[in-house]
């Protein structure tokens, strides 16, 4: 394919193993034979070199004719051919694509010999994003600024719901007489359970507030368990003779339709879904890593043409008590530099998405900005695309939802076993999809920063959901949803065995987009 944009010169490069200045890229793209005047580079280049520099370049074009450089692409197509670029396969295994999704797990145990990249079709490619906070966050932290996201989270959230139930706001409620039926959509400000055993859920919208009693013997009273504060809900009952109370005979969610069918892609195309890399940490699984990135350049992973990874690139700096003792790399900056050149060893054809998280260099409130230009300098070798957490990032037409998942912690505290824990992941992830917002409760574990619109609501249902944080692998479908939670590429380290966290390690989660079936490989 011809090189004529910068960012495909960076992705040849990088799949060849170097970096570039940019003023190198930019004289490349402008050679009249930049095919050409790439390969007569790189076959140039010093015999140790990692970066090809402007100087390089310069010398090499300079002193390059019209008929030698030809000639030196030519030479290079038939060398390329000669080593063994495969444009078709056989598929690789997939799962049953069932409700409940059961994965093909795969182990690669030693690293894989590439015998050169394989070819992907960049001309297919397509990603969009939206949702992204980065370069619009407004918020000052003020009083009315909380006011403002909180508004707009009700606003949107109750439109999911009113279209189900006849609600009224809680002033009309007041106003009506005891024993009417009624209906009203508000956020949860307080849950406590009554000497009886029943449930007072206090609900809020602009005008008031007003209690509501679900009575234990409700068949639906379990679901109090799930609920948090903050929460958008709709509930439907009686009031009481004196109107004070509305006694509960239903209670909806937002809610992701039982009916809803995920789209797909209309070719058989495969994206890698991973989280939590941490670059820096001494306990960073580099050999992994490499086994990863190696068979990522192998025939098997031929339609492997996108890598998303929500979050945590490094391990960051003061994140926990005494990390220090922990870190193979002190300097955050450094930590960046080492990432960098792990992302090299991706084929440079693939398609990269990054959003940041809780150990990376940005704001630890939700939602987060994308990285800033100093360190997308230093990512740049790749040419990812960097968005904010959380993003909806739509590969080859399929909406995948990209949230980091610091608010997990938080639904896994607060809920039953059965219904959200560590050992499975996805199972609070549902709850997150059921509530229409990646992070409900406010005052918690999850920071929050107050913008003109809540950037965590879940307007539009996605295809996929993929998390990090709790590096932990587990996935099912909630409602045709794929819950995807990718595991992590970092051993336990101390900090970790005195929380009683064992994580999934050096597990690359591999989704086929026109089926939405995984296949869960493993590198460690």
């Not at 980065?134 to 003020?142: C, I, V």
């Not at 955050?332 to 990432?339: L, W």
């Not at 909630?478 to 999934?504: E, R």
């Amino acid at each position: 394919m011809p090189l004529e944009t910068p960012a495909r010169i960076v992705r040849e490069l990088t799949s060849r193993g170097y970096n570039a200045d940019r003023e190198a890229v930019t004289l490349l793209a402008n050679a009249p034979d930049p095919n050409g005047a790439l390969n007569e580079v790189v076959e140039s280049a010093p015999e140790h070199a990692l970066k090809i520099s402007v100087e390089h370049v310069r010398n090499v074009l300079d002193s390059a004719s019209s008929e030698s450089a030809s000639s030196k692409s030519a030479s290079s197509a038939s060398s390329q051919s000669k080593n063994g670029a495969v444009s078709a396969r056989g598929n690789s295994s997939v799962s049953t694509g069932t409700e409940n999704t059961k994965s093909s797990v795969q182990e690669v145990t030693s690293p894989v010999e590439t015998g050169g990249s394989v070819s992907r079709n960049e001309a297919l490619q397509s990603v969009g994003i939206e949702g992204d906070v980065t370069g619009q966050s407004t918020g000052t932290g003020e009083y009315d600024d909380f006011v403002t996201v909180f508004r707009d989270r009700f606003q949107r959230l109750s439109g999911q719901l009113r279209g189900r139930v006849n609600a009224r706001p809680t002033n009309a409620v007041a106003s009506m007489p005891g024993g009417s039926d009624a209906a009203m959509v508000g956020m949860i400000s307080d849950i406590r359970s009554t000497a009886s055993g029943h449930w007072l859920v206090e609900l809020e919208d602009t005008n008031g507030t007003f209690p509501c009693l679900i009575m234990k013997d409700k068949e639906f009273a379990s679901v109090v368990n799930e609920l948090l504060l903050d929460e958008t809900i709709a509930v439907e009952g009686t009031l009481s003779s004196d109107a004070g109370i509305l006694f509960v005979d239903s209670l909806h969610f937002p809610d992701v339709p039982r009916t809803y069918k995920p789209s797909t892609a209309d070719r058989h195309v495969q994206a890698a879904l991973i989280s939590d890399v941490h670059v820096g940490s001494q306990e960073f699984m580099a050999d992994a890593w490499s086994r990863f990135t190696s068979w990522l350049h192998t025939e098997e992973a031929e339609h492997v043409e996108y890598l998303l990874i929500a979050g945590d690139m490094v391990e960051g700096v003061g994140i926990y008590p005494n990390q220090d003792e922990e870190l193979d790399i002190i300097d955050i900056f450094e930590q960046y530099e080492k990432f960098s050149e792990y992302l090299k060893e991706v084929p440079g054809d693939m398609e990269i998405v990054m959003i940041p998280g809780n150990h990376d260099a940005v704001r630890l409130a939700e939602p987060q900005p994308g990285f800033d230009e100093e360190l997308r300098d230093i990512m740049d070798v790749h040419d990812a695309r960097i968005t904010g957490n959380p993003s909806t990032v739509t590969v080859e037409g399929v909406s995948v939802l990209m949230y980091h998942g610091v608010s997990l912690d938080e639904v896994i505290a607060e809920m039953p076993e059965e219904k959200a824990s560590y050992e499975e992941p996805h199972k609070a992830m549902y709850q997150l999809l059921k509530k229409r917002h990646v992070a409900p409760q406010y005052g918690g574990h999850t920071r929050v920063a107050p913008e003109e619109k809540d950037y965590l609501v879940i307007d539009e249902v996605p295809d996929i959901f993929h998390t990090g944080h709790v590096h932990k692998l587990g996935f099912g479908k909630y409602h045709n949803v794929l819950a995807m939670n990718s595991g992590c590429w970092q051993a336990q380290t101390d900090f970790q065995k005195s929380v009683n966290i064992d994580p999934d390690s050096g597990f690359a989660p591999i989704v086929d987009l026109d089926t939405l079936d995984v296949t869960v490989r493993k590198f460690a």
